[in-house]
Antibody, heavy 120, light 109 residues
Framework: QVTLKESGPVLVKPTETLTLTCTVS??????????VTWIRQPPGKALEWLAH???????SYNTSLKSRLTISKDTSKSQVVLTMTNMDPVDTATYYC????????????WGQGTMVTVSS | SYVLTQPPSVSVAPGQTARITCGGN??????VHWYQQKPGQAPVLVVY???DRPSGIPERFSGSNSGNTATVTISTVEAGDEADYYC????????????FGGGTKLTVL
């Protein structure tokens, strides 16, 4: 059974750096062409794609957030990590990770999401 | 960057057919994926590659895509179909970034 689970802080202060971890099971980050993506959703608002990383370490970032985002993976731990610098209250959202079976594929399996609030 | 436009809301009576659209410039040349999101839950893929259904998704869900409009159609709507629906494409013109529509709230009257 394929699962993804997000973990990270519930609350961060403005200007701090957010670090989120997605731990996957049921598939390997070594699988050819497989990827993991991060998506967020502010309360009551639409989904927003943030970044993805593939097994060959190819990465892509949302242009509007690129300067603040870094995505990486630890294959041995089955984890994908997203960092977002200089957090602001507008970054308050539920952050999801999801599996990409291959480039240009849909997000077929999603994690449950983790809510992050940015407040002093 | 590529923009996808969805109506904020669609309402339909039980047993009727709901059609939710996703507009984009020449969207017919893209593969469109659709997700259903119920309150407090993560999105679930219901249609991919314009018109294919993942295993476990009822045949009542179908999709089409042509010209500047993609559509997900839900036939014989049930109360349990009430949710937000999002379309999604990959924008190959900008480093293969993911793009979502603004979402449509389906209300079952």
């Amino acid at each position: 059974q394929v699962t993804l689970k997000e973990s990270g802080p519930v609350l961060v202060k403005p200007t701090e750096t957010l670090t989120l971890t997605c731990t996957v099971s049921g598939f390997s980050l070594r699988n050819p062409r497989v990827g993991v993506t991060w998506i967020r959703q502010p309360p009551g608002k639409a989904l927003e794609w943030l970044a993805h990383i593939f097994s060959n370490d190819e990465k892509s970032y949302n242009t509007s957030l690129k300067s603040r985002l870094t995505i990486s993976k630890d294959t041995s731990k089955s984890q994908v990590v997203l960092t977002m610098t200089n957090m602001d209250p507008v970054d308050t959202a539920t952050y999801y990770c999801a599996r990409l079976p291959a480039p240009e594929d849909p997000f077929d399996i999603w994690g449950q999401g983790t809510m992050v609030t940015v407040s002093s | 960057s590529y923009v996808l436009t969805q109506p904020p809301s669609v309402s339909v009576a039980p047993g009727q057919t709901a059609r939710i659209t996703c507009g984009g410039n020449n969207i017919g040349s893209y593969s469109v994926h659709w997700y259903q999101q119920k309150p407090g839950q993560a999105p679930v893929l219901v249609v991919y590659d314009d018109s294919d259904r993942p295993s476990g998704i009822p045949e009542r869900f179908s999709g089409s895509n042509s010209g500047n409009t993609a559509t997900v159609t839900i036939s014989t709507v049930e109360a349990g179909d009430e949710a937000d629906y999002y379309c999604h494409v990959w924008d190959s013109s900008s480093d293969h970034q993911g793009v979502f529509g603004g979402g449509t709230k389906l209300t079952v009257l």
